[in-house]
């Protein structure tokens, strides 16, 4: 009974430059580490192959050592793996591939499939159908040629493709390759791997998209597992089992503050979630001069527990309480200094204003440390 | 504060005691001149008030040279319904003592009290300087420095902002200014004074500028390596297509139109040659054709000379009917011509002898005449040889004898000289007595004039020697006898005796040359030429008329019927005439037959030629043979014509012109496609190798590192650019508050200044700035604001400003509880009398409020304050 990993969309060589250096470094090293995983995945439940729907790699130009590391990352699992190229590292006359192969990186066990067409594993007993990206784009369906492809009998018919499947992920798809959404059962297949959606996606029963193994948006669509799945024989209805495999979740949360509950919901929220996380957080609404100061005690506590965490204040206002003003001996005109940034935030450039009047509360309170010490 | 009594002793010029009381509540005014002691009363007020007793700095205040003296000084003040007796004394006797209503101290508390009532400080040690005068030094001005109120102002500042600050209450923010200036140190991090980026906030700026460069530079680098991708890819594709060699077929198609093409060469090479037949054929029909042409043309001519030879038998025989008429006319003419020239002949002879006869005749005459006249002209001739012989022989020399005529006057002339000198001898003698007188002997009566010493002799008696006076005697003899000699030479030359007759025979040549001139003439007019001239005539005369004779003699006697020359002349020019046409008519004649005979021979013998020519049997057989040949050449023509139209029209449907057109269309299709081929396989070796080279340097992975970098730094940017805006706002913010509450802090004081300005300057306003300071004077002159910088203002108006601000400040504290008193010394020196007479409504006004006191050393200019003036004179006198 074939058993085999259905992955795809490694995007190794990706960087991220919406965090911090070391951050950016951690999760581009995280996608080295998510397939050697795979490969331990494999190797430790002996699966019988681990197929790749494309999107291995980023880019076309990365560096010889990001190569070298990806194939290297493989080495855990000796069994075969199985790979298309997919529209960021689609097999052009000049490509990863290519290059890869000029350097003597691939492993036997590593089959890339750069020309459409059949790869039998006897042995496995299973049949690839696979239809790489040999342009960055097209318009045609590469899998037509699966309807008339004969393969041995007794084989399991895998279909492995890359791109969007027609009439189901219009929306939000990384390339145009269009996929016929009844591909598998025209072509009598017995599973069809597809790459391309970054979240698993079943379209039907024997068609699925596995998603990146490793997540790298904020979408809550599944990401970070890879897809174990296990056919009887041909004909038979495969058995799909997403496994978690991830480093990381990525979170994204929009929270309004309204009341000082709010904040307390969202404190605790914070304290709560699952370490090592990615958070991105966007707050809008109002908080006190001293709620602010708890949420930024807060985040700086989340910031030291999680790989990320970015809060975005653009739509948050400052409301200084009287309780604040007291507090913070803003007497004379700071108060009404005070009082007319509070007044800015309602008017004019809220963030200019939030900012200013977070400084002032800053210096404030320092003053207030200081006479405190003295 | 009302300051009553004061009283110093041992100050300076005042050793002793000089006290003054009664003291006005308004202004007091005290004027003396300089040196009076006006500036020592000053000094002792102060050195009551800020040394303290205990100082050693203060030997000023000793009267000159004695140090033994204990300066001291009293003074007593109301305050707050109080008395204040203050008695104070220094070096030798340091005491300070203070009474206020019922209570004492004394020393350092006493003078605490003082500071603390009045608002000043003491120094640690030493003198007491004005940084520690406070309000005192502030309303308490100095001779000289009325104009300088910023320090004063300064030293004073914190009593005035208390002051104000009392009066407001508490409203100002406790830390605002020290806030401000945090805000700006933070802002300084960021920004310049100028609002420019500054530190890690440009250098960030910096950054983002370069990695954006550097990021675009990659994105150009990896556009360019996607292009040469798909170039490779579609190199590929092409060698591929390449493989197949498909410029083959495009030569092969050359090579086809190429045989083709031979084989239409073939046929246009044996087109060139028929036609080169043909026109072969074509010529020999022209020659054939010319041949017959010619023949036919030679038997017209044949007839043609036939004719003419007939016409030249007429032409001849015509001419030899005409002959014997012809010469019959010239033998006509021969005859008469011969008639006319006898006659002429006979007509001239006449003529002739009777030209003769005429001649001679008048010959005769001529001769006859000749010889009359030859024989007078011979008689004359000899008659004037005579004359002429006579005359040569009597010839005077016309020249010589007027010389003589002058030598013989000029000797006169002497003699009468002689005459006139010479000495007188006058004798008379006796009868028969004689003298000898040199050599002649004396006698009688006479008399002698005595040129040369004479010598008379006496006989008996001896000799007398008689020299005549004076040297002219001699002179005269000597010239005289000069003159003789001359005479007696041309008499000589002359040939004559004497000068009588030397002039009658020129009387006579005279005579004689006339003669001769009219025999001359008379000669002349006989024989004008000559005489031998003449005589030749005569004698040619006499030969001709012996010629003549013979002739005449030769000559036949004339016809009776002679006719004129004239006459026979033309009639032997008619003769001649007519025998000339004759003759010409004959040879004309004679020419025109033989030309006649010549044209029928030789008319004959072409005719016959010709003839002979025509009718030879080898011309016959050579007319058969071309018209022959020409009919054969005609077949040929129309043989080759047929050939080449079936020819060309073969040619024309191969166009060897479009073929190779495509011969070369084709090689050079197959010529461009293998090179192209041979570039690509090129081009894409060395797409190949840049591609390896690009792809080795992960360009999209540094792209995506760049990338990383660049949102840090965008980020980064960003905060600072925030961080920026809102510390420029709060800045704004905190400084615009702070000035509104200044100002509000502010506005008694202003008032105050206000309402002295007004009487200075209507409508003017002066501002302070925080520190109190008077900052600038604003006037609106002629509807124009005009803003003058305190500083820049001239050297009388800051004096009055000064003390307008100095009056405006003690309002300030009168109205915040505290006392005030006001000390002018030599004040307002520098205003003019217009701008003194305000300051003057402004200082009563003020003393209204305030107690005042004035020093001055001009009190005139004070006169009319309202007060009585207090003389220094009068007070030390009184004291």
Known sequence: MPRFLHTADWQIGRQYSRFAQDDAVALAEARFAVV???????????????????????????????????????????????????????????????????????????????????????????????APLTQRQTHDDLTCWFDAAETASGLLRIGLAHGSVQGILTEDIDSPNPIAPDRAQRARLDYLALGDWHGIKQIDTRTWYSGTPEQERFKNNGAG???????????????ITPRPIGQYTWQHWQVQLTVDSDLDVLLQRLSEVAAPSVLDIALSGQTSLSGNYRLQQALSVAEARHRSVQC??????????????????????????????????????????????????????????????? | MKLHRMRIEQVRQFRQPLEICDLEPGINLFTGPNESGKSTLVRAIRAAFFERHKSSSVEDLQPWGDSSAAPGIQLEFDWQDKRWRLAKSFLRQ???????????????????????????????????????????????????????????????GDHLKSALGESLGEVASSAGDELIARVERERAVLLTSTGRPTGDYARINQQYDEYRA????????????????????????????????????????????????????????????????????????????????????????????????????????????????????????????????????????????TALSREST?????????????????????????????????????????????????????????????????????????????????????????????DLHIAGVGKLRVQPGGEDIADLVRRQQVLQDDITGLLGSLRVENLVQAEERAEQCRTLQEDIRRNELLLNSHAPDGVDELSNRQQLGNQRRQELQALLAELPESAADKISVTTAETHLETADETLKAAEKAEASFRVELGLASQALQSSNTEWQKLQDEIQSPDRQQRERQLNDQLLDLRATETGLETSIDSRQQQIDA??????????????????????????????????????????????????????????????????????????????????????????????????????????????????????????????????????????????????????????????????????????????????????????????????????????????????????????????????
Not at chain 2, 136 to 143: A, V
Not at chain 2, 273 to 300: G, V
């Open chain 2, 94 to 156: 340091k005491r300070c003592d203070l009474q206020v209503g019922g209570q004492s101290f004394n020393g350092d508390e006493a003078e605490e009290r003082l500071a603390e009532l009045l608002g000043y400080q003491f120094p640690g040690r030493g003198a007491s300087k004005a940084e520690h005068w406070g309000i005192p030094g502030l309303l308490w001005i100095e001779q000289g420095s009325g104009q300088n109120i910023h320090d004063a102002v300064a030293y004073a």
């Open chain 2, 654 to 879: 191969a166009n060897p012109d479009i073929l190779r057109q495509d011969i070369n269309r084709f090689t050079r299709t197959a010529d461009a496609m293998e090179k192209a081929a041979q570039e690509r396989d090129k081009e894409l070796i060395r797409l190949q190798t840049s591609l390896e080279t690009l792809g080795a340097q992960g360009l999209e992975e540094q792209r995506a590192e760049l990338a990383q970098e660049l949102q840090l730094v965008s980020r980064r940017r960003d905060e600072f650019s925030r961080r920026a805006a809102a510390l420029n706002l709060l800045l704004e913010l905190l400084k615009a508050k702070r000035q509104v509450l200044t100002r509000r802090l502010q506005a008694p004081l202003q008032r105050h200044l206000n309402r002295y300005l007004q009487l200075l300057f209507p409508q003017a306003s002066l501002t302070v700035d925080e520190d109190l300071i008077p900052e600038q004077l604003i006037r609106t002159a002629n509807g124009t604001e005009e803003r003058g910088d305190f500083a820049a203002l001239s050297f009388g108006a800051r004096e009055q400003m000064g003390l307008i601000s100095r009056l405006a400040y003690a309002d300030l504290l009168k109205e915040a509880g505290r006392p005030t008193l006001i000390i002018l010394d030599d004040a307002l020196v520098h205003s003019d009398p217009q701008r003194l007479a305000q300051m003057k409504r402004i200082l009563f006004d003020a003393a209204q409020r305030h107690q005042i006191l004035l020093f001055t050393c001009h009190p005139e200019n004070w006169r009319d304050l309202g007060v009585a003036p207090r003389d220094m004179q009068s007070l030390k006198v009184s004291a």
């Open chain 2, 214 to 353: 550097r990021l675009d530079e990659l994105d150009a680098s990896i556009n360019t390596y996607c292009h040469q991708v798909d170039r490779l890819g579609e190199l590929r594709q092409q060698q591929q297509e390449d493989a197949a060699k498909p410029w083959q077929d495009y030569r092969r198609q050359a090579k086809e139109a190429e045989v083709r093409l031979a084989e239409v060469e073939g046929w246009v090479r044996e087109q060139q040659r028929e036609q080169k037949e043909l026109q072969r054929c074509l010529d020999s029909q022209r020659l054939c054709r010319d041949q017959l042409r010619a023949f036919a043309k030679q038997q017209q001519e044949l007839e043609q000379r036939d004719k003419a030879r007939q016409k030249a038998e007429t032409t001849l025989t015509e001419l030899q009917a005409r002959q014997e008429q012809v010469e019959t006319r010239l033998a006509q003419a021969q005859t008469s011509y011969q008639q006319a020239r006898e006659t002429l002949k006979q007509a001239r002879q006449d003529e002739q002898r």
């Open chain 2, 362 to 454: 008048q010959l005769v005459q001529e001769l006859a005449e000749i010889d009359g006249i030859l024989s007078n002209a011979r008689e004359l001739q000899a008659q004037l040889q005579q004359q002429r012989e006579q005359l040569q022989a009597n010839r005077i020399d016309a020249a010589q004898l007027k010389k003589l005529q002058k030598l013989s006057r000029d000797l006169d002339d002497l003699a009468i000289a002689q005459q006139a000198v010479a000495t007188r001898l006058q004798f008379e003698l006796l009868p028969g007595q004689s003298l000898q007188l040199d050599s002649e002997s004396l006698t009688g009566q006479g008399e002698r004039l005595l040129l040369e010493p004479t």
């Open chain 1, 312 to 374: 975005d204040f653009a739509d948050l206002r400052l409301q200084p309480t009287d309780e604040d003003i007291a507090a913070l001996h803003a007497d004379g005109y700071l108060g009404e200094v005070l009082a007319e940034l509070r007044e800015c935030q309602q008017t004019e450039d809220v963030e200019t204003a939030r900012d200013a009047l977070a400084i002032l509360a800053g210096l404030l309170r320092d003053r207030q440390l200081q006479e405190g010490m003295e």
């Open chain 1, 36 to 130: 050697e995983r795979i490969a331990q995945l494999a190797a430790a439940e002996a699966f019988d192959a681990v197929l790749v729907a494309g999107d291995v790699f980023d880019a076309q130009t990365v560096s010889d050592r990001t190569i070298r590391r990806l194939f290297n990352a493989l080495q855990g699992f000796a069994g075969p793996w199985i790979m298309i190229p997919g529209n960021h590292d689609a097999a052009l006359a000049e490509c990863v591939w290519s290059r890869a192969q000029r350097l003597g990186a691939i492993p036997a066990n590593v089959h890339v499939a750069l020309t459409p067409g059949v790869l039998e594993f006897a042995e496995q007993g299973f049949a690839v159908l696979a």
């Open chain 1, 225 to 239: 597992q890879v897809l174990a799945v296990e056919i009887a024989a041909p004909g038979a209805e495969p058995q």
